[in-house]
């Protein structure tokens, strides 16, 4: 009797570990410190491409940490006085299978939610002529995620659910811009993806 109690316990805590291990797994972030490549970056006024994947959610008034922008009228008035497709790509290092990609919106006070974009979609590739590319042809991609007339996002993050796909490159295409002050910006505080494992 006592045998096959000991050989219940050991086998419900092996049952523990392994769930417990695939949980730690599933919130693996592995966009945070990854390289970026945007169709055009600020890279000023506290809006650097670099910090989309620094694990800054919050925007902080004693940082000038906000995120990544694209063009604004202050700098690039003759592409963000027009509605444009825009886009930043995340290299992964490797082959991951992928299937949730999370999106925040910037935080910050009265600017929160501002130029989160109304069309869009989130597309993946293995091959590395996407990382050299430099358009936003959709040759070296596949999509899978698309949403349109998005809403305000309120500040909060936007969750991004797909069947999992293997994956090294990750690119959030704009194709619908929201209109501001600023002009027709796509603008993100950071990117994270979500269920991570090895293929």
Same mark, same amino acid.
């Given at each position: 009797?006592?045998?096959? +109690?000991?050989?219940?316990?050991? #086998?419900?805590?092996?049952?523990?570990?392994?769930f417990?291990?695939?949980?730690?797994?599933?919130? $693996?972030?592995?966009?945070?410190?990854?390289?970026?490549?945007?169709? +055009?970056?600020?890279?000023?006024?506290?809006? #650097?491409?670099?910090?989309?994947?620094?694990?800054?959610?919050? #925007?902080?008034?004693?940082?000038?940490?906000?995120?990544?922008?694209?063009? +604004?009228?202050?700098?690039?008035?003759?592409?963000?006085?027009e509605?444009?497709?825009?886009?930043?790509?995340?290299?992964?290092?490797?082959?991951?299978?992928?299937?949730?990609?999370?999106?925040?919106?910037?935080?910050?006070?009265?600017?929160?939610?501002?130029?989160?974009?109304?069309?869009?979609?989130?597309? $993946?590739?293995?091959?590395?002529?996407?990382?050299?590319?430099?358009?936003a042809?959709?040759?070296?991609?596949?999509?899978?995620?698309?949403?349109?007339?998005?809403?305000?996002?309120?500040?909060?993050?936007?969750?991004?659910?797909?069947?999992?796909?293997?994956?090294?490159?990750?690119?959030i295409?704009?194709?619908?811009?929201?209109?501001?002050?600023?002009g027709?910006?796509?603008?993100?505080?950071?990117?994270?993806?979500?269920?991570?494992?090895?293929?």
């Amino acid at each position: 009797m006592k045998k096959a +109690i000991w050989t219940l316990t050991a #086998f419900l805590m092996f049952l523990l570990l392994i769930f417990s291990t695939a949980g730690a797994q599933e919130k $693996v972030n592995l966009a945070k410190g990854a390289p970026v490549k945007p169709s +055009i970056s600020v890279e000023a006024f506290g809006w #650097f491409a670099e910090y989309v994947t620094d694990g800054m959610r919050e #925007f902080d008034e004693g940082t000038p940490i906000r995120g990544w922008s694209s063009a +604004i009228r202050y700098f690039y008035p003759e592409i963000a006085r027009e509605n444009s497709t825009q886009w930043i790509k995340i290299d992964l290092g490797k082959v991951y299978t992928l299937a949730q990609f999370d999106l925040y919106p910037r935080p910050d006070g009265s600017n929160a939610e501002n130029y989160f974009p109304i069309d869009y979609v989130i597309q $993946v590739s293995t091959d590395d002529k996407a990382r050299e590319q430099e358009d936003a042809s959709d040759e070296f991609w596949t999509t899978v995620c698309t949403v349109t007339d998005a809403p305000h996002p309120d500040a909060q993050v936007q969750v991004h659910a797909f069947e999992p796909v293997a994956a090294r490159y990750v690119r959030i295409k704009a194709t619908n811009l929201r209109d501001g002050g600023d002009g027709y910006v796509f603008q993100l505080a950071e990117i994270e993806d979500r269920w991570i494992t090895d293929p």
